[in-house]
């Protein structure tokens, strides 16, 4: 039987090896193992930019949304509309491992892509609440096959130590495409209303899809080219369960305080009487924080280990959280504390991401990156939804913010549990497997 080398993650820990492992289960399927395909990286990058502007562009257009008549949507109502995308995404990431398994990689990534594409420009066209659910919910499944799809294959195409970086890049995707829909929405909204937000969102991703499509197919052909071992139900195995309902609860945790925040951020500034501009400038900095705060922790995750810079992460969160929820800071304050909050939130995830794949083989890293990210979907679902109901009860924005700082807070006491041994039971169980195979 076959050793799996350590996760990088937990690179700085003793590990027994087998004196005749000559591969590494946690290695690169790709077959040119010796160098990182950065371009492969990049092209999911993009996909990612395209989904993190459809997702975030609905926080945007709360405010207008709520005044469009024509709609009748209500705080409790734009949040439980909120909610249905991070539904469907939760559907799409349980659904993700069976469609990698029987249509590959690039064939999931891309037509979810268009499939969340087109679902958004639709949105243009809604006459109601009920419409502008089933479409958000329609783009919601899309997102979430594509997003484990998207990360495997990059996951797949660099060498291990690189593995928490690339995952890091892929994920800067989304708070990049939420910059964009920041700038863009401080134009569109004031002079042409929500609606041409979601055409424009849909329109994004279908030009992407021609930039990205041909690398993607590649880097596909390449991850089919090497030998397939394992079933995808495996990663259920007792061995791996610890490790994945740990991935799946921190996963909830960490997604409820990041979609919390990006749903809600620009209304609550509002009702801390903020100007439209001003929500959309800490809407930018969240955002431009998010896309740093990727890069720094994956460099610190490299060196110091990526799961105490995981636990870090969601501590520094959870005091942001606090202290913006103060109304005490002054402004250029409030705007470094949410810089800080963009860091820290979206990277604790990240992370999370990371050493989950890292803590399971590369055949069925799709499957459990799809476990823990569609079941902590929950956390997305519930955070725009428990957002507009504290608001809707009265309690104010800082209530809020509140709850989402203690999410952040359990996301980072729960990575206490994600310890070397789980993770080397979960690789030595799942190689077993293969072997017996």
Not at 38 to 66: H, K, Q, R
Not at 109 to 123: C, D, K, M, P
Not at 142 to 150: E, I, N, R, T, Y
């Amino acid at each position: 039987m076959q050793v799996p080398s350590r996760p990088e993650s937990f690179a700085r820990l003793p590990h027994p090896m087998n004196a005749t492992t000559t591969t590494s289960t946690a290695a690169p399927v790709f077959a040119d193992a010796t160098r990182s395909q950065w371009a492969v990286v990049a092209a999911c990058t993009l996909i990612m930019l395209a989904e993190g502007f459809d997702l975030l562009i609905y926080s945007n257009a709360i405010p207008s949304l709520l005044m469009d008549v024509s709609m009748d949507i209500d705080k409790a109502g734009a949040g439980m509309i909120g909610s249905m995308a991070f539904a469907g995404m939760l559907l799409g990431g349980l659904a993700a491992g069976k469609a990698v398994a029987a249509l590959g990689l690039a064939r999931v990534a891309l037509t979810g892509f268009v499939a969340f594409s087109a679902a958004t420009a639709a949105i243009a066209l809604v006459n109601d609440g009920w419409q502008l659910g089933a479409l958000r919910f329609v783009a919601g499944l899309g997102l979430g096959v594509v997003l484990p799809a998207a990360l495997s294959l990059a996951r797949a195409h660099v060498q291990p130590r690189h593995g928490a970086l690339a995952i890091s890049i892929v994920m800067s995707g989304m708070p990049l495409g939420g910059m964009l829909a920041a700038v863009v929405s401080r134009y569109i909204i004031p002079a042409s209303g929500w609606r041409p937000l979601f055409l424009a969102g849909g329109l994004l991703g279908l030009v992407l899809i021609v930039v990205v499509a041909p690398a993607v197919v590649r880097a596909g052909r390449a991850v089919m080219a090497e030998p397939a071992k394992g079933d995808w139900r495996a990663v259920f195995k007792r061995s791996s369960r610890p490790v994945l309902l740990i991935g799946v609860l921190a996963t909830l945790a960490d997604l409820l305080t990041w979609y919390g925040i990006s749903t809600w951020l620009t209304q609550l500034m509002r009702e801390f009487d903020i100007s439209f501009y001003g929500a959309m400038q800490l809407m930018f900095t969240l955002n431009t924080g998010a896309i740093a705060g990727s890069l720094l922790t994956a460099s610190l995750a490299i060196r110091l280990g990526t799961r105490p810079v995981a636990i870090v992460a969601g501590l520094v969160a959870a005091f942001c959280l606090l202290a913006i929820a103060s109304r005490t800071l002054p402004g250029w304050g409030l705007f470094a504390a949410i810089a800080l909050l963009g860091m820290s939130a979206i990277s604790a995830q990240n992370l999370v991401n990371a050493l989950v794949a890292d803590a399971f083989p590369a055949c069925h890293r799709a499957a459990a990156i799809g476990v823990t990210l569609g079941i902590g979907r929950l956390g997305a679902v519930i955070a725009p939804a428990l957002g507009g109901q504290i608001l809707a009860a009265g309690h104010g924005p800082s209530w809020v913010l509140v709850a989402f700082a203690i999410s952040a807070l359990l996301g980072a006491l729960l990575l206490l549990a994600f310890n070397r041994t789980r993770v080397r039971n979960c690789l030595d169980g799942l190689s077993a497997n293969q072997s017996g195979a």
